[in-house]
């Protein structure tokens, strides 16, 4: 029966995924245009498309899933504010769950890309057009070949942001920058038992490639009471319960600053997000 169940509930994801892909690829392509208020308009009516396949989504969910989402602390939220999301991540599930919880309270979820990205087809057209920003970052060992680009990539990553600035957007980072295992956590001599070690460069950038604009943090941690779950769990409808606690604070302007440059700044960014993370692993064995 959880076989069954599996099957039509992935069917369903797949059958609403090309519904609403549909029109979201038509639109992209009169996006192109460049006409910057009928961008600005398309771009609404985009993520109002994008938020369609999350409602159908969440009632797949409730219908085959039948998944209980327990949300502690479920702070004030708006759509006409902009933020910076940050959360756990143990499973694909992980996403679903998020869109489901926050879809309607803030703007449609965002996720940073690297600018290679763009090119791969239809999907590179669909990101674009969902306004996912793009982000180009230079390694240091590429930095040292080529340093007249120092903080090009800062600049271009901007850029692409600028259509931020007007219009309400929720960025997601999961800092750990991949999904927790315990193989990867031994490997990393890590300090948490349920987390991976934050990874503050990134989020350093994406807060300032973004210049100030997000002003508040919504911070997400994710339990799964029963043991991390495969999307195929999900599915099938194993996955009973889901625990999550969230919290929203404002972003303290001295988070904004060039981590690879200047030290002092680079050292308290890390202090910030390491207690933010030992905060994370106290709430999730609060949470068990």
């Given at each position: ?11 369903g994801y797949l059958l609403n995924t090309i519904f609403w892909s549909i029109p ?74 998020l869109q489901r919880v926050l879809s309607g309270k803030i703007p449609f979820l ?179």
């Open positions: 029966m959880s076989f069954i169940n599996g099957v039509l509930s992935g069917f979201i690829i038509i639109l992209a392509i009169v996006k192109l245009i460049p006409f910057k208020p009928l961008q600005k308009v398309l771009s609404y009516i985009i993520d109002g498309c994008a938020s369609g396949w999350i409602k159908v989504n969440t009632g797949n969910q409730k219908i085959f899933s039948r998944t209980h989402i327990n949300v502690k602390n479920f702070p004030e939220l708006s759509t006409k504010q902009w933020y910076m999301v940050i959360s756990n991540h143990q499973s694909w599930v992980d996403i679903l769950v965002k996720f940073f890309l690297k600018q290679q990205l763009i090119y791969i087809p239809i999907l590179g057209l669909v990101w674009w057009a969902l306004d996912f920003p793009f982000m180009k970052r230079y390694s240091k060992a590429f930095l040292a070949k080529y340093p007249h680009l120092k903080g090009k990539d800062v600049e271009s990553t901007q850029k692409s942001c600028e259509k931020f600035q007007l219009k309400p957007v929720s960025v997601v980072n999961f800092v750990e920058g991949t999904r927790f295992t315990h193989t990867k956590s031994e490997s990393q001599g890590n300090p948490y038992e349920s987390l991976l070690r934050p990874r503050a460069g990134g989020l350093s950038f994406a807060l300032n490639a973004m210049s100030g604009r997000l002003n508040q943090l919504v911070d997400v941690t994710i339990a799964y009471p029963k043991g991390i779950p495969s999307f195929w769990d999900f599915l099938t409808g194993r996955v009973k319960q889901v625990d999550m606690n969230i919290s929203v604070e404002n972003i303290d302007p001295k988070l904004i600053g060039n981590y690879d440059d200047d030290e002092t700044y680079r050292i308290n960014f890390q202090q910030w997000l390491n207690d933010k993370w030992e905060g994370k692993q106290r709430l999730l064995k609060d949470m068990s």
